[in-house]
């Protein structure tokens, strides 16, 4: 799309100055302080990370974490710190030597008898935490608290599905329920209830270290935030794992890192029978479903994103491409602009992986003859990328759809939806129950988002959707209050589609609908009950102003069917003229922040359809070079970080691998300070009404091969430097 005329003037205006204005540096463009850009690590500061970010969180409560934190405090980032939840190395507890009691009965293990280990350590285990546990961890925690730490991560509560068979969760039970263990696999109430279960004990655990970090801050006088790092709803439960997710907020919790990545967006779905890695689909549900877990409550939410993944048998290629396509689908959620680059950055830009694959080869080959270091390109890529994270807290009047469908549609998810994930009849493995109704929307250019049930009967949280698609297949509401709060959104002038056949096995547990004085044999009986007696068979109904459609089939069995999406879309349609909605498919998405433009071409776009076009002048962000185009074609698969030369306000820096600072301007000359990670190539490119006579960094003319004047804009490279390089730029009379 073009800009403006009066947009295009204002450029040619700014252009006309002897000297471009140089924008402050991304992590220092907000008040000073504000965190915008954070990454974990475990290391020490090296060279080879000095990253441009505002947060350091250092990892790990056992192993020189004085040194560790000093040395990140120095070069000056702020001080979080992050450790383990489920597991660590934390062998004092297990072994006694934290309280004198041997604590290897709290290893969480599965029906067999076996303990699960993370990862490949011989004694890293998950636990099953028990109240002594929660107190370790918060005594761990204490130690980072004296050192000075302004915010606390607890990372990754999970409580396996395939386990519940330690001693500690039997005697656990017992205290809970006031009844004997039983099996999880025995029976769908008792794996709802194990579920129920774990979710309490992990909630319990962290809220005693809240409470432990809130006497802190008392003590101190200080405040001190706790956060959680955690997968999102959706990728737990596909992957069957159970945390507390959403209740988090009731026990001491002031928001979330979003641990959404290629590893767990490139897990695949079915969609139309077609079983796939959908990344950028997949991570833009997963990061609307974070978002929207604070969105009632006004809690702040970190999106991860990762260069590489816990996976070491990728190209740098395949980690480039899927990383491009978490970027992408993280910025597409404009309430959110705080960011965790990367985690363990050491590995990206110290660690070697493969350069290409052989496809004759096994697909899990890891000889190190294969393998290369990060390509310097992406290196590039990275921290152009990583500049662009600390400017997206834009104006909201700056912030607009450029093309996008039908807006306002949302699945209700519920965290009982990890509830039903293990034997005997567990919820279908590929989460086809959600990504049944989402998908179908998505890949038609609607920016559908995850709609958390347990948050759903806050006033207002239910506003600002038109349409909503809910299925108990696979889950079930916590309490009765969501049904009284959907029945008043529907007659409001709300659209809701049910697609249900009411055969989960999980509709017979011990839950609120059945138990006296209610009798109902499945919750949507209650909800229809609250919205009108009279919906007693499929079909639609107009209730208040609103419409209700309900469709007797699975989600799970239509994401398997080749069709399938179109009868999803095509009940969506239908509810949604009924309800007055306006229904629109796109392409393509594209969204502006600001001067930035992200955008991504759908794979699933009506056969036939021509892909958008965005028209205008554009710096292209995910390539190293920083080409600037004229014309973008949103092609299938593409996938887009722009910056938009023409948008009103648009910095002179458009883009750049490293971080600005002290810039000045002086008549004809232009300095800045440019730092950045060290054996890295910087590139900028910046708004110039014609070349420049010079160009010095640290006071050395850079070669004319590492700067050039074109389409209205300067280009320079130059060998990054973490002490910093001195840029100087003169322009002519």
Same mark, same amino acid.
């Given at each position: 799309?073009?800009?403006?005329?009066?947009?295009?003037?204002?450029?040619?205006?700014?252009?006309?100055?002897?000297?471009?204005?140089?924008?402050?540096?991304?992590?220092?463009?907000?008040?000073?302080?504000?965190?915008?850009?954070?990454?974990?690590?475990?290391?020490?500061?090296?060279?080879?990370?000095?990253?441009?970010?505002?947060?350091?969180?250092?990892?790990?409560?056992?192993?020189?974490?004085?040194?560790?934190?000093?040395?990140?405090?120095?070069?000056?980032?702020?001080?979080?710190?992050?450790?383990?939840?489920?597991?660590?190395?934390?062998?004092?507890?297990?072994?006694?030597?934290?309280?004198?009691?041997?604590?290897?009965?709290?290893?969480?293990?599965?029906?067999?008898?076996?303990?699960?280990?993370?990862?490949?350590?011989?004694?890293?285990?998950?636990?099953?935490?028990?109240?002594?546990?929660?107190?370790?961890?918060?005594?761990?925690?204490?130690?980072?608290?004296?050192?000075?730490?302004?915010?606390?991560?607890?990372?990754?509560?999970?409580?396996?599905?395939?386990?519940?068979?330690?001693?500690?969760?039997?005697?656990?039970?017992?205290?809970?329920?006031?009844?004997?263990?039983?099996?999880?696999?025995?029976?769908?109430?008792?794996?709802?209830?194990?579920?129920?279960?774990?979710?309490?004990?992990?909630?319990?655990?962290?809220?005693?270290?809240?409470?432990?970090?809130?006497?802190?801050?008392?003590?101190?006088?200080?405040?001190?935030?706790?956060?959680?790092?955690?997968?999102?709803?959706?990728?737990?439960?596909?992957?069957?794992?159970?945390?507390?997710?959403?209740?988090?907020?009731?026990?001491?919790?002031?928001?979330?890192?979003?641990?959404?990545?290629?590893?767990?967006?490139?897990?695949?779905?079915?969609?139309?029978?077609?079983?796939?890695?959908?990344?950028?689909?997949?991570?833009?549900?997963?990061?609307?479903?974070?978002?929207?877990?604070?969105?009632?409550?006004?809690?702040?939410?970190?999106?991860?994103?990762?260069?590489?993944?816990?996976?070491?048998?990728?190209?740098?290629?395949?980690?480039?491409?899927?990383?491009?396509?978490?970027?992408?689908?993280?910025?597409?959620?404009?309430?959110?602009?705080?960011?965790?680059?990367?985690?363990?950055?050491?590995?990206?830009?110290?660690?070697?992986?493969?350069?290409?694959?052989?496809?004759?080869?096994?697909?899990?080959?890891?000889?190190?003859?294969?393998?290369?270091?990060?390509?310097?390109?992406?290196?590039?890529?990275?921290?152009?990328?990583?500049?662009?994270?600390?400017?997206?807290?834009?104006?909201?009047?700056?912030?607009?759809?450029?093309?996008?469908?039908?807006?306002?549609?949302?699945?209700?998810?519920?965290?009982?939806?990890?509830?039903?994930?293990?034997?005997?009849?567990?919820?279908?493995?590929?989460?086809?129950?959600?990504?049944?109704?989402?998908?179908?929307?998505?890949?038609?250019?609607?920016?559908?988002?995850?709609?958390?049930?347990?948050?759903?009967?806050?006033?207002?949280?239910?506003?600002?959707?038109?349409?909503?698609?809910?299925?108990?297949?696979?889950?079930?509401?916590?309490?009765?209050?969501?049904?009284?709060?959907?029945?008043?959104?529907?007659?409001?002038?709300?659209?809701?589609?049910?697609?249900?056949?009411?055969?989960?096995?999980?509709?017979?547990?011990?839950?609120?609908?059945?138990?006296?004085?209610?009798?109902?044999?499945?919750?949507?009986?209650?909800?229809?009950?609250?919205?009108?007696?009279?919906?007693?068979?499929?079909?639609?109904?107009?209730?208040?102003?609103?419409?209700?459609?309900?469709?007797?089939?699975?989600? @799970? $069995?239509?994401? *398997?069917?080749?069709?399938?999406?179109?009868?999803? /879309?095509? =009940?969506?349609? !239908? #509810?949604?003229?009924? +309800?007055?909605?306006?229904?629109?498919?796109?392409?393509?998405?594209?969204?502006?922040?600001?001067?930035?433009?992200?955008?991504?071409?759908?794979?699933?776009?009506?056969?036939?359809?021509?892909?958008?076009?965005?028209?205008?002048?554009?710096?292209?962000?995910?390539?190293?070079?920083?080409?600037?185009?004229?014309?973008?074609?949103?092609?299938?698969?593409?996938?887009?970080?722009?910056?938009?030369?023409?948008?009103?306000?648009?910095?002179?820096?458009? @883009? $750049?691998?490293? *971080?600005?600072?002290?810039?000045?301007?002086?008549? /004809?000359? =232009?300095?800045? !300070? #440019?730092?950045?990670? +060290?054996?890295?190539?910087?590139?900028?490119?910046?708004?110039?009404?014609?070349?420049?006579?010079?160009?010095?960094?640290?006071?050395?003319?850079?070669?004319?091969?590492?700067?050039?004047?074109?389409?209205?804009?300067?280009?320079?490279?130059?060998?990054?430097?973490?002490?910093?390089?001195?840029?100087?730029?003169?322009?002519?009379?």
């Amino acid at each position: 799309m073009s800009g403006s005329s009066k947009t295009t003037r204002s450029m040619k205006l700014r252009l006309l100055l002897l000297l471009p204005l140089v924008a402050l540096s991304a992590g220092q463009s907000g008040p000073v302080g504000e965190e915008r850009v954070s990454f974990q690590t475990s290391a020490p500061y090296s060279p080879r990370v000095h990253l441009d970010a505002d947060v350091a969180m250092v990892y790990g409560f056992n192993r020189n974490l004085a040194e560790r934190i000093e040395s990140w405090r120095k070069p000056g980032y702020g001080i979080h710190f992050m450790t383990g939840v489920s597991w660590g190395n934390y062998q004092d507890y297990l072994y006694g030597k934290f309280d004198g009691r041997k604590h290897e009965d709290e290893e969480q293990m599965d029906k067999d008898g076996r303990p699960l280990r993370h990862g490949r350590s011989t004694d890293v285990f998950y636990m099953s935490p028990s109240e002594s546990y929660g107190k370790y961890l918060a005594s761990g925690i204490d130690k980072a608290l004296e050192l000075g730490v302004e915010a606390v991560h607890l990372e990754e509560p999970e409580f396996w599905v395939r386990s519940g068979y330690e001693p500690n969760f039997k005697r656990e039970w017992k205290a809970y329920y006031g009844e004997d263990w039983q099996p999880p696999h025995s029976s769908p109430d008792a794996q709802y209830r194990a579920s129920k279960l774990k979710y309490f004990l992990y909630r319990r655990a962290l809220g005693q270290v809240f409470d432990s970090v809130h006497a802190y801050e008392k003590r101190a006088g200080r405040p001190v935030k706790c956060y959680v790092a955690t997968h999102s709803l959706l990728n737990y439960s596909q992957w069957r794992i159970v945390s507390p997710m959403s209740s988090l907020i009731d026990v001491g919790c002031d928001g979330y890192i979003a641990q959404v990545w290629t590893g767990t967006a490139r897990t695949p779905n079915y969609c139309s029978g077609v079983r796939k890695e959908r990344t950028f689909e997949t991570a833009f549900l997963e990061y609307g479903a974070m978002e929207n877990l604070v969105r009632a409550s006004g809690r702040r939410v970190w999106f991860l994103h990762d260069p590489v993944e816990d996976n070491p048998d990728h190209t740098w290629e395949d980690y480039r491409v899927n990383w491009e396509s978490t970027v992408t689908a993280s910025l597409l959620h404009s309430g959110v602009w705080r960011y965790e680059a990367m985690p363990w950055p050491d590995r990206v830009f110290n660690g070697t992986y493969p350069k290409s694959r052989d496809r004759s080869r096994p697909a899990k080959t890891s000889a190190k003859t294969e393998s290369t270091p990060i390509p310097h390109a992406y290196e590039t890529e990275l921290q152009t990328a990583m500049r662009a994270l600390g400017d997206m807290n834009q104006p909201a009047n700056r912030v607009r759809w450029l093309i996008a469908g039908t807006q306002g549609a949302g699945i209700p998810v519920s965290d009982t939806l990890m509830f039903q994930r293990g034997d005997p009849d567990g919820s279908d493995h590929e989460l086809g129950s959600f990504y049944g109704l989402a998908l179908p929307l998505l890949e038609r250019g609607l920016p559908v988002e995850p709609v958390q049930i347990e948050s759903a009967a806050q006033p207002g949280f239910l506003d600002r959707y038109k349409l909503l698609l809910l299925t108990y297949e696979g889950q079930k509401p916590p309490t009765p209050e969501f049904h009284t709060a959907l029945a008043a959104w529907v007659k409001k002038g709300g659209a809701l589609v049910v697609i249900d056949d009411d055969r989960d096995p999980y509709l017979a547990v011990r839950e609120w609908w059945n138990k006296p004085p209610l009798a109902y044999a499945t919750p949507r009986l209650h909800l229809f009950e609250q919205i009108d007696r009279g919906i007693a068979a499929p079909g639609l109904y107009r209730e208040g102003q609103g419409a209700v459609l309900w469709e007797k089939l699975s989600p @799970a $069995a239509l994401s *398997r069917q080749p069709g399938g999406d179109q009868k999803v /879309r095509e =009940l969506a349609m !239908r #509810a949604a003229a009924a +309800a007055g909605l306006a229904w629109k498919e796109t392409a393509a998405i594209a969204l502006q922040r600001g001067p930035y433009v992200i955008a991504a071409g759908s794979e699933g776009a009506p056969e036939g359809k021509a892909p958008p076009v965005l028209r205008g002048k554009y710096v292209n962000l995910f390539d190293a070079g920083l080409p600037v185009l004229t014309e973008v074609r949103l092609t299938p698969g593409r996938r887009l970080l722009l910056y938009d030369l023409n948008a009103p306000g648009s910095s002179a820096i458009a @883009a $750049a691998a490293c *971080r600005i600072r002290n810039e000045r301007r002086t008549g /004809r000359i =232009l300095q800045f !300070r #440019a730092d950045g990670i +060290a054996e890295t190539t910087a590139a900028l490119r910046m708004a110039a009404a014609r070349a420049p006579s010079s160009v010095l960094a640290n006071e050395k003319p850079l070669s004319q091969e590492s700067w050039r004047f074109e389409d209205g804009t300067l280009f320079l490279t130059f060998p990054n430097a973490p002490e910093g390089v001195e840029i100087r730029v003169t322009m002519d009379r």
